[in-house]
């Protein structure tokens, strides 16, 4: 099945810095979304987009939907310990069906 | 408060055996759909419904089996037939806005 090209596959960084990791795809979506997954639990939905050149923020996450429809990116300000775990994006297509397409996801690990 | 409930939490299962995984939710959403997990992998659909008594396989349904009698559920059987049965295994629940998630059943097989 096809799956969305996200980067990096993982993240080391310190408390305090700011992360970024991105996705793109060659088909164009109408709805992006970001999800992250602590471990042994299920992914929670962390913010969600509807609007190419959407830019939308949660705390201290900010998110944008591209202008191209192909891609979006997740930016995480002044990282916390509790910020670890798996990031994914998620696309879809649009019309009728709600399924979605993931990225393989980024592991941030901060060390305090 | 409405939410999507996977259970159990953890489940061992003797090599050849069948096991149901339980997935229910009370978001009123009509799609569900059950993902598998392995260390270090991404989300991989195993099967997905849209409406109710209508399911469709995704990427890797062999050795699995699904039923949708109810709104609500959308139970997975693992059965003898898949080689690598241990994994996570996550349910979820859609609407337009993004999918709700179940906390995951980490299924081993012993």
């Known amino acids: 099945g096809q799956q969305l090209n996200q980067s990096p596959q993982s993240m080391f960084i310190q408390e305090g810095e700011d992360v970024s990791m991105n996705c793109t795809s060659s088909?164009?979506?109408?709805?992006w979304l970001w999800y992250k997954q602590d471990p042994g639990e299920g992914p929670v939905l962390l913010i969600a987009l509807y609007k190419a050149g959407e830019l939308t923020s949660n705390g201290r996450l900010t998110a944008q939907f591209g202008i191209t429809r192909k891609d979006s990116f997740l930016n995480i300000s002044a990282s916390i310990p509790s910020d670890v775990g798996i990031y994914f994006c998620?696309?879809?297509?649009?019309?009728?069906?709600?399924?979605?397409?993931f990225g393989k996801g980024t592991l941030l690990t901060v060390n305090p | 408060d409405g939410g999507i409930t996977q259970s159990p939490k953890y489940l061992f299962r003797k090599e050849g055996q069948n096991v149901t995984l339980s997935c229910e939710q009370n978001l009123n959403h009509d799609a569900m759909y059950w993902y598998r997990q392995d260390p270090g992998q991404g989300l991989r659909l195993i099967y997905y419904s849209q409406i109710v008594n209508d399911f469709q396989k995704g990427d890797i349904a062999e050795g699995y089996s699904v039923s949708r009698e109810k709104k609500e559920s959308f139970p997975l059987t693992v059965t003898s037939a898949q080689k690598n049965p241990t994994a996570f295994y996550l349910c979820?629940?859609?609407?337009?806005?993004?999918?709700?998630f179940g906390s995951g059943t980490r299924l081993t097989v012993v």
């Open positions: 998620a696309g879809r297509e649009g019309g009728s069906n709600y399924k979605l397409t």
């Open positions: 979820a629940s859609g609407r337009l806005g993004g999918y709700t």
């Open positions: 088909s164009i979506f109408n709805t």
